[in-house]
């Protein structure tokens, strides 16, 4: 038969749907078009023609604007750009038009960084722009961008956005003559420029059409690799579709229109009235419906209400399995929003609320005929149907649109009129005929109810109404505790005692019990945190009255569940999970009441010191209570529960539920401990900050043992107090935070570009007395935990900082021995020496046998080498003159053969850093010759320098072969860098002089 123009436009629909398909797939999505063509056939019921027609009239139509939805959630761990430590951040996004070079489309571990700017590559017209959050380094903006995606690339630049301060602004933070040549070199420059934080380069082909994910941010170099990452949601949408069902109808509605289409026919594929379809619709089903909102962008509380539409209407038609109903009933929930709906979409929800309910019910009249005790699972397809009516009656939806919710009394009036009594005629004969009839009909009725009672009464009263007073269910758990004992005493009894299973009887009344405990418990526990005062017990109790009654309260729960003792494993299971979320549930309300007490009390001190003891209590209070949560397993004797469910309940699951549910509450009062030192930490840090300021600010001329005594004696008076009013793990804790934002202080402070080196002296003082005072000889943080990455790093450049000129040339020339031990074999090439000290004549014999492997830097793809030898640091050898062997012309592997001899005393070559240098030259007739490389010998490790002469064979002196290395490695850069700011230092500044041009002569840098 012909379709009908409805579902011919419906057809036309998903096909462009198909056809238009944007994004990588999905990996549990059908990749192949023919594949969906096929499925859709058969969904539609389209013959081959028909099919071909109507997709050759989808191809000719135009085709959609192709959009990208993207949104920038949020970003963690960017850098900080401003003095403050932190960055005012936000986004730049675009689409890059130009494609990249083929090596870019490569693989990620071989191809280039791409280092695409959004605001240099891309026209500004053409980006976009989140707002500015201000001092953070973990943004959130949440805000979206449509962008026309005909493109290849798309870019994000995260930036920092620097506001232009005026020069009299500026001259408030002046604190020195040096800050004040910085704020007017500043004011020179060009104003307005925004920092780079770091950007994503993305390729559209390698989005899926719905992506949601983090991302690293890239540098566009490797000065901070680390940049931290951002959170962004991509949706590849459809503008201005063609087909006549977008245009005619809103969005939602033809989503449901083809989600009913393809509900139905995949319900058909089962038996006829099969209740087995549990919702679960197949790949290619899922692969179209994800498609089709994905395209038509519709949210997911549109597509959970399209759902909601689409089944609750086939239910009625085709049953199956109602259970799937309740995730989107679930959902419908958590999305909602008063007034969120428009009026049409509002009155097709209350309509299907209507019609279900009614449905419901009528279903309800007829539940001896619909759900026959004879039937297969009869009886959980009502408790199915009962508890989609009861959480359909709960939503906000509900309640807003619907006049009435009482779903108690409908069902109770429902099963009213659907009680029919069996009836039977009785023929008037014989009284005795008669009363024998009346008997018998009575037998059928008495049995009928007793099964009715047996099977349904249970469902209506555990899913409507559970029908038991709470006074009723707590005499019936004496009832219970009593009957426990009896069958404990069973053996001593006589006659037999009919108590088998009598845990049974009590199973529906378990919930009332426990809610019981849960509500006694709740109730102590805020009283108790009412009445706190938040004072210690006592010297040896650190932790104030709530604690003490938040014990007893779960004391008396534990008691009530060894009580309990119940007997069916897998029932007793999930009562220990319940008994567990209520203790954990107590445990995070204690917390924040007893924040919320805190925050109370201390608006009535006038006094910080009595506030910041209020905090302290809190902390002990907290910790107090995660070591109670701690010892929960061993109370509620969980290694035995895990013997008795064994055959039950899987190893993985009593993980998975019990343990991780408790270290779920465990990891949040460890955040709350946290969150409260950090508050404790903060109150510090200002001062800590102060002090250190103060103590750069200090004359240098004063020593710096006194220069440090002011901070010295706000530490000492500011942790002893804490140390008496917090218990030992938490104080080491704050001493930990204490600590870092210490060393972040004196890092700040010692980048001050002063070639003072007494000023640095007083910083490294500074360092060592405040790791000996953390420390406390052992009774503060210990050793491995102060010496962090930031301590050794700062401890380091304190110690260059604060060295003379020619210590820290030593140390240059330490350094690169230390290179010339690690450089990769010949890199660069290598030189083969001879090295020999005369104890007698105090001198130092060298043999340059030869060269190899050294770089062709001539054009005729040759060079033409020479080696120059020198004494190195020069301050210890001032009157040794340099030595240069003969140039050997077009050779890469030359031959030298030349011997040279330096008069030199043994105590010098034992000096550190002290060593023979051998600078590898190519001769340029023109210009300055190139640096081939350079080679390091360590004169204190020299054959004869420290053995006896007379032992050593001067023709069996071995041969040293050395490793070509270039200028450039971090630590002799950061030296130079030293040397390079002491202006007035003329040795300091001839010696940067000389490696700045060997780095210049280095055509090739590592």
């Not at 500015?132 to 493109?151: C, G, K, M, R, Y």
């Not at 820290?808 to 330490?814: D, N, P």
Request: glycine share 4%; net charge neutral.
């Amino acid at each position: 038969s012909t379709p009908s123009k409805s579902l011919t436009l419906l057809y036309e629909e998903v096909l462009y749907t198909i056809l238009h398909r944007l994004g990588k797939p999905d990996p549990n999505h059908v990749a192949d078009p023919d594949e969906l063509y096929a499925y859709v056939q058969k969904v539609f019921g389209m013959d081959p023609d028909e099919h071909r027609i109507i997709l050759q009239r989808v191809k000719e139509l135009e085709k959609p604007m192709f959009c990208l939805k993207a949104t920038v959630k949020q970003a963690r761990g960017i850098l900080g750009k401003d003095a403050s430590g932190l960055s005012d951040p936000y986004c730049l996004l675009g689409l890059e038009t130009k494609k990249r070079d083929s090596s870019s489309n490569g693989n990620q571990g071989n191809k280039k960084r791409a280092k695409a700017v959004v605001k240099n590559l891309i026209p500004e017209d053409q980006t976009h722009r989140t707002q500015i959050i201000s001092q953070t380094l973990n943004p959130v903006w949440d805000e979206t961008f449509i962008l026309i995606s005909a493109h290849i690339l798309m870019s994000i630049s995260y930036r920092d956005s620097d506001e232009v301060e005026t020069v009299r602004q500026k001259l408030g933070e002046v604190t020195d003559l040096h800050g004040l040549k910085r704020i007017f070199k500043e004011a020179r420059k060009d104003k307005g420029q925004d920092d780079f934080l770091g950007n994503v380069v993305l390729h559209l082909q390698d989005l899926h059409c719905r992506d949601d994910r983090w991302y690293k941010l890239e540098p566009r170099t490797e000065t901070y690799p680390n940049r931290g990452h951002c959170h962004l949601q991509f949706l590849l949408i459809h503008k201005k579709r063609a087909t006549s069902a977008s245009k005619m109808q809103p969005n939602y509605i033809v989503h449901r229109h083809l989600l009913q289409q393809m509900v139905s026919y995949e319900i058909l594929q089962h038996q006829a009235g099969s209740t087995s379809w549990d919702g679960e619709l197949s790949k290619h089903a899922n692969t179209i419906l994800h498609l089709h909102a994905t395209q038509k962008d519709l949210s997911d509380f549109h597509q959970d209400m399209a759902h909601w539409l689409a089944y609750s209407k086939l239910y009625q038609i085709l049953e199956f399995n109602s259970n799937c109903l309740l995730h989107y009933i679930t959902s419908i929930e958590y999305q909602w929003v008063e007034g969120r709906l428009r009026p049409v979409q509002q009155t097709e929800l209350t309509d299907s609320f209507q019609s279900f309910l009614a449905y419901g019910l009528s279903v309800l009249r007829r539940y001896r005929i619909v759900f026959p005790f004879s039937a297969p699972k009869s009886k959980e397809r009502l408790q199915s149907l009962l508890r989609v009516l009861v959480q359909m009656c709960k939503m906000k939806a509900f309640r807003e649109f619907m006049q009435t919710s009482d779903l108690q009394q409908m069902v109770k009036e429902s099963l009213k009129v659907s009680t029919h009594p069996p009836t039977r005629s009785l023929p008037f004969q014989t009284t005795e005929e008669c009363g024998k009839a009346l008997v018998d009909l009575l037998a059928e009725v008495n049995a009928d109810l007793q099964q009715c009672l047996k099977m349904w009464n249970k469902c209506f009263i555990s899913e409507i109404d559970s029908g038991v007073s709470q006074l009723t269910a707590e005499s019936l758990f004496q009832l219970y505790l009593s009957l426990q004992e009896l069958y404990r005493l069973k053996d001593f009894v006589k006659s037999p005692l009919e108590l088998a299973n009598f845990h049974q009887w009590f199973k529906e009344l378990i919930p009332k019990w426990l809610q019981k405990a849960y509500t006694i418990a709740l109730e102590r526990t805020q009283r108790a945190v009412q009445v706190d005062q938040l004072m210690p017990l006592g010297e040896m109790n650190k932790h104030s009255t709530s604690t003490v009654d938040l014990s007893t309260c779960y004391a008396q729960m534990v008691k009530t569940w060894q009580q309990l003792d119940w007997p069916d494993p897998e029932e007793a299971f999930m009562i220990m999970v319940k008994f567990v979320e209520d203790m954990c549930k107590i445990a995070l309300m204690y917390c924040r009441l007893l924040k919320q007490r805190a925050e109370e009390l201390s608006s009535n001190q006038r006094e910080e010191g009595e506030a910041a003891n209020k905090l302290c209590v809190v902390v002990n209070d907290i910790e107090q209570l995660r070591i109670m949560i701690l010892k929960l397993p061993s109370q509620l004797d969980w290694s035995r529960l895990e013997q008795k469910t064994r055959e039950v309940i899987a190893p993985e699951q009593f993980q998975n539920t019990l343990h991780h549910q408790l270290q779920a509450t465990v990891t949040c009062l460890n955040n709350e401990i946290r969150s409260v030192v950090q508050t404790l930490g903060t109150k510090l840090d200002a001062g800590i900050a102060r002090h250190i300021q103060e103590l750069s600010a200090s004359s240098d001329s004063k020593d710096p043992e006194d220069s440090i005594i002011p901070l010295m004696k706000f530490l000492e008076c500011e942790l002893q107090y804490l140390n008496v009013n917090l218990v030992q793990e938490n104080f080491n804790s704050l001493l930990g935070m204490l600590w870092n934002h210490t060393l972040e202080l004196l890092k700040g402070a010692a980048k001050q570009k002063t070639s003072n080196l007494r000023y640095f002296r007083k910083l490294q003082f500074a360092l060592q007395s405040l790791e000996l005072c953390f420390h406390a000889e052992g009774c503060g943080l210990p050793k491995d935990t102060l010496h962090t990455t930031t301590f050794m790093a700062l401890e380091k450049e304190l110690d260059l900082c604060s060295s003379s000129s020619k210590r820290l040339i030593q140390k240059y020339f330490s350094a690169r021995i230390q290179q010339q031990m690690e450089a990769k074999p010949d890199k660069y090439g290598a030189v083969t020496i001879k090295a020999l000290y005369r104890h007698s004549e105090q001198k130092l014999h060298i043999e340059v046998l030869n060269a190899v492997n050294l770089l062709p830097l001539d054009s005729n793809g040759s060079s033409d080498p020479f080696i120059q030898l020198t004494l190195e640091p020069r301050h210890e050898f001032p009157e040794v003159v340099a030595r240069t062997t003969q140039c050997i012309k077009n050779n890469l592997h030359p031959l030298f053969d030349e011997v040279f001899e330096f008069l030199v005393p043994p105590e010098k070559c034992q000096q550190d850093g002290s060593c023979l240098l051998l600078t590898v030259f190519d001769y340029d007739t023109l210009g300055a010759n190139d640096l081939e490389g350079e080679a390091f010998l360590p004169l204190c490790g020299v054959l004869g320098l420290n053995d006896m002469e007379e032992t050593i064979n001067p023709s069996a002196v071995p041969q040293t072969r050395l490793s070509l290395t270039h200028p450039g490695t971090a630590g002799s850069n950061d030296i130079l860098q030293i040397l390079e700011i002491r202006k007035g230092d003329k040795e300091a500044q001839a010696f940067v002089k000389l490696r700045r041009q060997r780095t210049k002569q280095s055509k090739e840098s590592e």
